[in-house]
């Protein structure tokens, strides 16, 4: 398992949120940010990626505990789409509370007009 010390988060804040050890990328969650009314604003969690050499250090979940300790921070929830973070928000309900279905259906008709190479 990695040490939670060696890895750093770089967020771009609307697409992105990386982690890294040194200057190396070794892990990503892509995401976009649901902001229009009549929903609450979210990030939408679409694909959670870990570089095959690192597999099995933790660092999806590190990636995952961070994603929506940044999404609270800022006053967003989170849609959990990717299947990564569906597992682990049901593992960690204390730190990832459920969207509603108003807002899940919404992340899903705007993940469903993007194109599919995006994520």
């Not at 929903?39 to 933790?58: F, I, K, L, N, S």
């Not at 849609?79 to 259906?105: D, F, G, I, M, N």
Request: hydrophobic share 40%.
């Amino acid at each position: 398992m990695q040490d939670m010390a060696d890895i750093e988060f770089d967020d771009d804040g609307r697409t992105r949120l990386r982690a890294l050890l040194g200057q190396e990328q070794v892990g990503q969650i892509a995401y976009f940010v649901l902001d229009e009314p009549p929903t609450a604003a979210a990030r939408v969690g679409v694909h959670t990626e870990v570089d095959p050499a690192h597999q099995g250090e933790g660092i999806a979940g590190m990636l995952a505990a961070e994603f929506y300790r940044r999404a609270a921070e800022a006053g967003q929830g989170v849609v959990p789409l990717c299947p990564y973070l569906k597992r682990w928000s049901l593992k960690h309900p204390e730190q990832a509370p459920a969207p509603t279905e108003e807002l899940t259906a919404r992340a899903k008709a705007v993940l469903s007009q993007d194109d599919p190479a995006t994520w």
